[in-house]
């Protein structure tokens, strides 16, 4: 099993910044893939950003290329979103996901460990 605990969130002016971690405990294993996705009341949960294990490799959906950056500290076992240039759109509960598998992948379904989320609301 493996634990993780979102943080971060708040409230920013559009056009301001965020940076979220994701904090892992139990049965850490530096070799998941990471995950961060977002879900906006009465929408679906959406894929925003995903790490590879060794941070080799990121991928983002095209909607927060540019603004958005994933990182990884395995050492700490902790998972980052740098958010910038922040849009009222961006407004959303932000959950990061661990997914077992090699390659990144986009889908909800793929991810097997959730954390509980964290509020992000962007002011217009």
């Known amino acids: 099993q493996v634990q993780l605990v979102e943080s971060g969130g708040g409230l920013v002016q559009s056009g301001g910044s965020l940076r979220l971690s994701c904090a892992a405990s139990?049965?850490?294993?530096?070799?998941?893939?990471m995950g961060w996705f977002r879900q906006a009341p009465g929408k679906e949960r959406e894929f925003v950003a995903a790490?590879?294990?060794?941070?080799?490799?990121?991928y983002y959906t095209d909607s927060v290329k540019g603004r958005f950056t994933i990182s990884r500290d395995n050492a700490k076992n902790t998972v980052y979103l740098q958010m910038n240039s922040l849009k009222p759109e961006d407004a959303a509960v932000y959950y990061c996901?661990?997914?077992?598998?090699?390659?990144?992948?986009?889908?909800?379904?793929?991810?097997?460990?959730w954390g509980q989320g964290t509020q992000v609301t962007v002011s217009s």
């Open positions: 139990g049965r850490t294993s530096s070799r998941y893939g």
């Open positions: 790490i590879s294990w060794n941070a080799g490799s990121t």
């Open positions: 996901a661990a997914d077992s598998a090699l390659t990144l992948r986009d889908g909800v379904k793929f991810y097997d460990y």
